[in-house]
């Protein structure tokens, strides 16, 4: 049962524009969001992360929207970079001391010169 | 520098032999993870340590087994009894609730 869902396997951009990566939970206990980034044979770096709380989060030219109605979250870059090409995970977590990350998939973004 | 030390990055191994995969980390963190990746499969956790001396199995603990006998220190033996082990491990650490951190990894391949 994949309780967080990406369900776009690959994303192609043109540098500059806008790239929208989405992701879908189902777990209604999960309220803490993360978004990993992760460039082949290394390890995933955070990226930004959300809480329940909000529904919008803005670091630079990562910003992370939440929808918890919709149980649906989405990455936007802006502007998108020919570096920024990677896998990105989006991942959740309920509240109440420890409870593990559970990750999505992942999807493969490409952004093209 | 603070981080998390995975050895080796590539590791090959024949089957029906165990081997151990190192994770090391100076972040002082309490929480202690591994992962394993597959393609299309995303991260999966194997078992995840909160203290020294306790750990619990996470989603797909058999054929694996860890211990956590120091605060840095968080090894992962691959078993026999895993049927299919070839894959990329990812070993990770946190003070919860803060993002957990990630090493390089380490692939595995079963020859």
């Known amino acids: 049962d994949q309780q967080v869902k990406q369900n776009s396997p690959s994303l192609s951009v043109q540098e500059g524009r806008i790239s929208i990566l989405n992701c879908d939970y189902t777990?209604?206990?999960?309220?803490?969001f993360l978004w990993y980034k992760k460039y082949p044979a290394e390890g995933p770096t955070f990226l930004i992360s959300?809480?329940?709380?909000?529904d919008k989060n803005e670091d630079g030219r990562f910003t992370v929207f939440l929808n918890k109605s919709a149980k649906h979250l989405s990455l936007h870059i802006v502007p998108s970079q020919p570096g920024d090409s990677a896998v990105y995970f989006c991942a959740a977590r309920a509240s109440g001391g420890y409870q593990k990350v559970t990750f999505g998939t992942g999807t493969k973004l490409q952004v093209i010169p | 520098d603070g981080g998390i030390t995975q050895s080796p990055k590539y590791l090959f191994r024949k089957e029906g032999q165990n081997v151990t995969l190192s994770c090391e980390q100076n972040l002082n963190h309490d929480a202690m993870y591994w992962y394993r990746q597959d393609p299309g499969q995303g991260l999966r956790l194997i078992y995840y340590s909160q203290i020294v001396n306790d750990f619990q199995k996470g989603d797909i603990a058999e054929g694996y087994s860890v211990s956590r006998e120091k605060k840095e220190s968080f090894p992962l033996t691959v078993t026999s009894a895993q049927k299919n082990p070839t894959a990329f491990y990812l070993c990770?650490?946190?003070?919860?609730?803060?993002?957990?951190?990630f090493g390089q990894g380490t692939r595995l391949t079963v020859v």
């Open positions: 959300i809480s329940s709380i909000k």
């Open positions: 777990n209604s206990m999960f309220d803490y």
């Open positions: 990770a650490s946190s003070t919860p609730p803060a993002e957990a951190f």
